[in-house]
């Protein structure tokens, strides 16, 4: 068969075949994820390991609600970047967004606990709430190169579902470090870790999803092919 201009139409399709570049296939999304878990556990190790352990990690992790808090923010951050990788292709479902949120509430409930258990052995001293730029810093700041790792694995997200899969990956990195703080930065009360680690968790989350379309453009088209 031939079009309008004399050009077989088997001739066509063939050129255009022939000009096309292989399109690699991408591993699983729990593949992918446990790789970039790894990197991230890695990182916030040799974070911890240059930083040393708080002094008074041992006590701290005989309070039930302090380890509760560990359990359920390294939780979180696990299962915001498995749903983080699933949202990122198009034939998954967008309902894995919710897939941290349990872990995530769990973790606010712990320090919601560790709060009550503050004020029953202080009274109001319990909830006295100073201020700690250094946590904020920690979190954010380590949360930049995890998060360009995150932004590098997922960048072909943009035109799919940007807010979410970069509200998910950010929380991930940001749990994370959360308890790469815990076991190196002490605070004095509950209330201050509810305050600076949800605090810096729920900035760097609001930040993501704000910036996400023109972040992923920008990656896209800085990446390599």
Same mark, same amino acid.
């Given at each position: ?10 001739? %066509? ?6 000009? %096309? ?15 970039? @878990?790894?990197?991230?556990? =890695? ?9 040393? #352990? ?29 749903? =983080? #990788? ?8 967008? !309902? ?7 872990? #995530? ?32 810093? #920690?979190?954010?700041?380590?949360? @930049? ?31 994370? =470090? ?23 968790? %729920?900035? !760097?989350? =609001?930040?993501?999803?704000? @910036? ?14």
């Amino acid at each position: 068969m031939r079009g309008a201009d004399g050009v077989r139409t088997e001739e %066509l399709v063939g050129s255009l075949v022939d000009d %096309l570049t292989p399109v690699r296939r991408l591993r699983r999304p729990l593949v992918r994820a446990v790789g970039w @878990l790894a990197f991230a556990v =890695a990182a916030i190790g040799v974070v911890v390991a240059l930083s040393g #352990f708080r002094p008074d990690l041992t006590a701290r992790l005989a309070e039930p609600w302090e380890v509760a808090q560990l359990v359920a923010a390294a939780g979180t951050g696990a299962l915001a970047a498995i749903a =983080a #990788f699933h949202l990122a292709l198009p034939d998954r479902s967008g !309902a894995w967004a919710l897939l941290p949120l349990p872990g #995530f509430a769990l973790w606010l409930a712990s320090l919601g606990w560790g709060c009550v258990a503050d004020f029953v052995r202080l009274g109001p001293d319990g909830l006295a709430l100073g201020t700690s730029w250094a946590c904020l810093g #920690f979190i954010l700041g380590l949360s @930049l190169p995890l998060g360009g790792a995150m932004l590098f694995a997922l960048r072909h997200a943009g035109p799919i579902r940007p807010v979410p899969t970069a509200a998910t990956g950010v929380l991930s990195v940001a749990m994370l =470090a959360s308890v790469g703080l815990s076991l190196v930065h002490h605070l004095d009360a509950a209330i201050m870790v509810l305050v600076w680690h949800a605090g810096a968790v %729920l900035i !760097a989350v =609001a930040v993501s999803a704000g @910036l996400s379309r023109p972040t992923f453009r920008l990656a896209e088209r800085l990446a390599p092919a």
